[in-house]
Nanobody, 120 residues
């Protein structure tokens, strides 16, 4: 059973930081892309960031300069460092992995999501 589990979410004030982690089990994603989507309340799910196994990195315009994506060498974990958080970053964040590519990043596997709330 392949599973992706997010952690590190929570409540933070505007301007603060959070670091999300997503741990994979059941298989390695060593040679697959991994990334993050988010779904703000009342809105559709949107792309946030992705990183390929070769090191190519993609960011949504809304998070460029504030968020940083990274991964371990074995493809077991993907991270999202979120700095200078804004209230509009409030969303359920989902990690994904396996195949996929720009612009839609239709990953094969998804986590259950984790809440990030940024207060003003």
């Amino acid at each position: 059973q392949v599973q992706l589990v997010e952690s590190g979410g929570g409540l933070v004030q505007a301007g603060g930081s959070l670091r999300l982690s997503c741990a994979a089990s059941g298989r390695t994603f060593r040679f697959s892309p991994m990334g993050w989507f988010r779904q703000p309340p009342g809105k559709e799910r949107e792309f946030v960031s992705a990183i390929t196994w070769t090191g190519n990195i993609y960011y949504a315009d809304s998070v460029k300069g504030r968020f940083t994506i990274s991964r371990d060498n074995a493809g077991n974990t993907v991270y999202l460092q979120m700095n200078s958080l804004k209230p509009e970053d409030t969303a359920v964040y989902y990690c994904g992995a396996g195949r996929g590519g720009p612009p839609n990043w239709d990953f094969d596997y998804w986590g259950q999501g984790i809440q990030v709330t940024v207060s003003s």
